[in-house]
């Protein structure tokens, strides 16, 4: 089974998951982001789209990953990925489907404002304006897409720990 954290850069992902994992038994953190980190370590460089996700190999790379890693460990992928284009959710998740894993969605949603203070706080300067530029997006997502494909978490409130045990309670329950 997979896991996945879907949401915006701030929502609390990468925490969420490192929490889920503890409270789901036999399960592992799969960062998608790794296989795009390694389309960007190819040489001469992929022609440039503004995000690897944009790049046709990611998809399947990432299904193909996660069905492999299945394959050898069994038990559960967390995967917390941003994915705000709904053609590559459809597209990811029919390749998962074709390989019989089942999948559930989890989004993690704070509103606008405490997305921000989060990116603001938790990261340096440096780095707000690629996290701030995909608030609009996923705003967008969740209002026309989103919200409709996963069971959406509310984290404005909660702490990482209150959204984890949630989500892994859901998961067994």
């Known amino acids: 089974m997979i896991v996945w954290l879907n ?10 998951s490192a929490l889920v994992q503890q409270l789901i038994p036999d ?9 795009g980190e390694t389309l960007m370590d190819i040489k001469p460089e992929l ?5 690897f996700q944009h790049w046709p190999p990611w998809r399947p790379l990432v299904v ?7 394959d050898y460990t069994g038990g559960t992928l967390v995967i917390p990925m941003t994915v705000l284009v709904e053609e590559y959710w459809r597209e990811i998740g029919a390749g998962l489907a074709r390989h019989s894993i089942p999948v ?7 509103d606008q404002d405490t997305l921000r203070g989060r990116i603001e706080g938790d990261s340096p300067a440096g780095t707000w304006g690629f996290r701030l530029e995909h608030l609009d997006p996923y705003a967008e997502a969740a ?3 989103l919200h409709d494909e996963a ?14 045990l949630r989500i892994a309670e859901a998961v067994k329950g």
């Open 7 to 16: 949401g915006t850069h701030g929502a609390g992902k990468t925490t969420t």
């Open 27 to 35: 399960s592992r953190v799969f960062d998608a982001e790794k296989v």
């Open 47 to 51: 022609p440039w789209t503004g995000n």
């Open 64 to 70: 193909e990953t996660a069905r492999h890693v299945l």
């Open 104 to 110: 559930r969605h989890f989004v993690l949603h704070a």
């Open 143 to 145: 209002r026309t897409w």
């Open 151 to 164: 069971e959406v978490v509310d984290t404005t409130h909660l702490t990482p720990e209150q959204a984890a």
